[in-house]
């Protein structure tokens, strides 16, 4: 799990660029840091960003609910953060994560479960939660 | 590289959501289909979504010079998209793609070239152009 002070993270934000979205937001890919796999996407802010360096776990924000989130906060399914990337742009984060049980919310390990294929929606891995489970 | 339909196209617009991002825009991920390398994250409305899929080249929005654009068009340094994937609430794609040349347009193979470690930016991997080859 990283690690760092807080002048450290303050040196981080300071060179983020929070402007290009409505709301301050980056996007944040979530990786999983051992087979490679794309988990997810979310919007962080800066306080979101913060929270996540601060704390190791991967936190958010939720554009439909107007709050900072930890990821797993209610479901157990948390992301520990183990490396974090920047961008050419600082303007987009790729957190490399251990993930505990599922990143997607319907239970799926990652949320990208669905392959485009020949017209079709295919899915491309297993459900491993009952979506009940996982939400938040 | 994938080929679809104009319909088979419009299917998957269809059920899209490109209502969230201010100017109809969705974030798209790059991924190396073979290395599993996250290269780059950029925006695209509907009209760079169905471009890359009737192309099967990746195709986005440029939010700074506001336009449709073909990455590589200049540099050639295009993105064949080999597998398209969508996420659980349909607001963000991933392609598994074959980079030719670099995808970050300062000539690194990935935009994600930079660990933040010990409160360092620090290079995790070799610029492969000059910047200006690479630009487009």
């Not at 300071?14 to 979310?42: R, T």
């Not at 790729?94 to 997607?104: D, R, V, Y």
């Amino acid at each position: 799990m990283i690690k760092y002070t807080d002048q450290q993270i303050e040196t981080l934000i300071e060179k983020l660029d929070f402007s290009k979205l409505e709301g301050g937001l980056i996007p944040i890919i979530a990786q999983d840091n051992i087979s490679g796999e794309v988990l997810m996407l979310a919007f962080a802010n800066k306080e979101a960003v913060k929270k996540s360096l601060q704390t190791g776990y991967a936190h958010y924000y939720s554009r439909s609910r107007n709050t900072l989130w930890k990821k797993g906060e209610t479901s157990g399914h948390i992301q520990i953060i183990e490396k974090v990337l920047i961008d050419c742009d600082m303007d987009c984060l790729l957190f490399k994560i251990k993930q505990e049980g599922a990143a997607c919310h319907e239970g799926y390990y990652s949320c990208f479960y669905r392959e485009f294929k020949e017209g079709e929606l295919v899915e491309i891995s297993t459900q491993l939660f009952d979506p009940k489970k996982v939400y938040g």
